[in-house]
């Protein structure tokens, strides 16, 4: 049901944007699920950056509101990571993950990676 790969990421200079996006090949509709975006940076654990329920309802870490949102195309068949006026320090590996069946769908601040049992394999982005 659930396949996720990601796309989009790339090496930019600060204060560039960057939107990797995320699919799934195996069939579900993205708008039916929760997705989310993390990322992992060299030597530190996994961040939650922001969510998407099947609801519409949006979730955000408070380490990049302002900077980055997530949003799905209007297919619902393709998840979005805007990021802008991006540091040095978000340079990291970034993850599309899935929580199916779908449950609750909505955090205060970042994302919890306990919470999604599905991931894509990552892609990189460099500032």
């Known amino acids: 049901h659930v396949q996720l790969v990601e796309s989009g990421g790339g090496s930019v200079q600060a204060g560039g944007s960057l939107r990797p996006s995320c699919t799934n090949s195996?069939?579900?509709?993205?708008?039916?699920?929760?997705m989310g975006w993390f990322r992992q940076a060299p030597g530190k654990e996994r961040e939650g950056l922001a969510a998407?329920?099947?609801?519409?309802?949006?979730s955000l870490a408070e380490s990049v509101k302002g900077r980055f949102t997530i949003s799905r195309g209007n297919a619902g068949n393709i998840l979005y990571l805007q990021m802008n006026d991006l540091k040095p320090e978000d340079t990291a590996m970034y993850f599309c993950?899935?929580?199916?069946?779908?449950?609750?769908?909505?955090?205060?601040?970042?994302?919890?990676?306990?919470?999604?049992?599905?991931w894509g394999q990552g892609t990189q982005v460099t500032v």
């Open positions: 998407l329920g099947s609801d519409g309802a949006l």
């Open positions: 993950a899935a929580q199916y069946p779908a449950g609750f769908c909505f955090y205060w601040d970042a994302p919890e990676a306990k919470d999604f049992n599905y």
């Open positions: 195996a069939g579900s509709a993205e708008s039916t699920l929760c």
